[in-house]
């Protein structure tokens, strides 16, 4: 058995009782914060890879669309080179041919062009005849790749603006081969990144875009559209440079080199061709729905610790409550106990008194001549009269003392005792007495009321040794919710020593005083809690160290009946 508590001061005994039922509740509200804090990363990763998956899928069908395209225009140019191929002695911008361009070129919605360029460097055969610029080609690189390697294959040329009609576009050019193998022209299609602009605007991509590279970092098409970064090179750029080292597909999450959005990059390279499909996403849109589940989690979590809080502390308040009734509870029979065994006493040492002061009465005529005598019979009869007081005040704390009360307006007893009061506090003391605005009628035994005032004030006095205020105040004392009696409040505040809780606790106790030995008998404020109690009312009282004491008296009101006036005070 932990026989520490036999240590320890009630106060911090029940401090812990009060703390020990609400270690589960913290508990329980940690485990809260935890799930919540756990249930956010998980979510928080799941969020990340299914928007990983979705951008790799999107930008895999993409891909796909794209190489089919390319595939698309490759076949034209393997099959326009072919007819050349035949007809080597094919006359300048030959109509018939120029038609069969045509055709080709409205099955090419993404082709602007369809031009044929000879092994001079100059436009043979195009699609925009008769506005063909007359203008050398030989110094284009897609027209000096095929002319200078005939293995070349199918060549994607850089970005450039049309010499002809100055906008961008993507060369696309196959080899003409002559039947001896030497180099007869190339036959190029001009592919319009605004084609790409356009079809990828169709696809909502939220705050993220859509872009066609090639593997060198060179930007061929973006969506939304961003005209200056055409052509541009961002292949020293995150995430790009990122990319080069991967594999031909994946995601990573970084910010964009253009407009640096925090954004989820997928990518993968289009087959059969030098480019790269990036398709990002904004990270905000991404995360977006994670937020939401977060924030519901996060509500939900406060809706939660907000009721844990509400029950904790309605806990303990009936906790306290619970206490303050069981202590409320021990107290009253430890002073019902103290007061029996008080009033036990003082009627059996009244009869004894009566006895002696008998004894003294029949002495008394027998030394009638003798002054000494006489003298220590009036000294004796004195110590009797001393006696029969402290017999009053035991009967009052056991609560035996008969009682006369009659209506009493607290305003006029506490006025006619004032005087009396303010000598008892003597001159370093100021009393400051603040009365009701009407007429506060009680019924009270006047004499006891205004004997219990005086034992507060004296109390108030003792507590304040270099001086200070004393303040009583009457007033109606506010209903409570339900209450259906009225109730006055006296109120007797000093600005004093104050006491600890432990000695508050036990302040209304019989013969418990804190002052030295011979300076009170602990009977004052006993005698207060016996005459409220027995005049149907209640006192409390509260303390604190170095801030004084406040007791409040609670009498019932009357209602309609007319005061008696109190008695002028005596001068002392």
């Known amino acids: ?251 990573i999450w970084s910010k964009s080199p253009i407009d640096f959005v925090p954004r989820l990059v997928g990518f993968q390279a289009v087959a059969g061709t030098p480019m790269v499909m990036l398709v990002t996403l904004n990270e905000d849109d991404v995360m977006q729905p994670w937020r939401a589940h977060v924030t519901v989690l996060v509500v939900g979590a406060a809706i939660v610790l907000a009721m844990l809080i509400f029950l904790e502390a309605l806990a303990r308040w009936y906790r306290r409550r619970d206490e303050q009734t069981r202590e409320a509870l021990e107290q009253a029979e430890r002073l019902e106990a103290i007061g029996r065994f008080a009033g036990g006493v003082a009627h059996d040492f009244g009869n004894s008194l009566r006895i002696i002061r008998s004894a003294f009465s029949l002495l008394r005529p027998m030394v009638a001549n003798k002054p000494e005598a006489t003298a220590l019979l009036d000294k004796a009869d004195q110590s009797v009269a001393d006696a029969r007081d402290l017999i009053e005040q035991l009967l009052s704390v056991s609560r035996s003392q008969q009682l006369h009360p009659s209506p009493s307006d607290l305003n006029d007893l506490i006025s006619s005792v004032l005087p009396i009061l303010k000598q008892a506090a003597g001159p370093r003391i100021q009393i400051d007495f603040r009365s009701a605005r009407t007429e506060v009628v009680s019924l009270v035994d006047g004499t006891r009321f205004k004997a219990a005032i005086v034992n507060l004030i004296l109390n108030s006095r003792d507590a304040m040794p270099s001086g200070g205020a004393i303040s009583i105040h009457v007033r109606p004392h506010a209903q409570a919710d339900g209450e259906v009696e009225r109730w006055a409040e006296v109120s007797v505040q000093d600005e004093g020593i104050g006491m600890s809780p432990d000695v508050t606790r036990h302040a209304f106790d019989p013969f418990f005083t804190t002052k030295e030995l011979g300076r009170s008998n602990g009977l004052g404020l006993s005698q207060v809690f016996g005459f409220m109690t027995q005049s149907g009312g209640r006192v409390e009282i509260s303390s604190k160290e170095g801030e004084g004491t406040i007791v409040k008296l609670y009498f019932r009101q009357l209602d309609g009946a007319a005061p008696v006036k109190a008695d002028a005070p005596q001068d002392p």
């Open 1 to 251: 058995m932990d026989h520490s508590f036999r240590h320890m001061s009630p106060t911090r005994l029940a401090r812990r009782r009060r703390l020990a039922p609400s270690i589960p509740a913290t508990i329980l509200a940690l485990g809260v914060c935890v799930l919540v804090a756990l249930e956010s990363w998980r979510s928080y990763q799941e969020a990340r890879d299914i928007a990983e998956r979705n951008v790799q899928n999107l930008v895999h069908v993409l891909s796909e669309q794209t190489a089919r395209t390319f595939q698309s225009v490759d076949l034209s140019l393997l099959s326009i080179a072919s007819d050349l191929a035949g007809h080597p002695a094919l006359t300048e911008n030959d109509g018939d041919f120029r038609s069969r361009l045509r055709e080709r070129l409205h099955s090419l919605p993404y082709v602007r062009a369809l031009f044929v360029v000879g092994a001079n460097g100059f436009i043979t055969q195009d699609t925009d005849y008769p506005t063909t610029p007359h203008v050398s080609l030989a110094d284009r690189p897609y027209f000096l790749a095929q002319k200078n390697d005939a293995s070349t294959g199918l060549y994607f040329g850089q970005p450039l603006k049309s010499r002809s009609v100055g906008v961008w576009f993507i060369s696309l050019s196959r080899r003409i081969q002559t039947k001896d193998g030497d180099f007869g022209g190339i036959v190029a299609a001009a592919v319009e990144p605004l084609y790409f602009e356009a079809f990828y605007r169709q696809l909502w991509v939220g705050g993220g875009t859509i872009a066609l590279l090639l593997r060198d970092g060179t930007l061929l098409a973006r969506s939304p559209q961003q005209d200056d970064a055409i052509g541009k090179s961002f292949a020293s750029s995150e995430p790009f440079r990122s990319l080069l080292s991967q594999a031909d597909q994946g995601a």
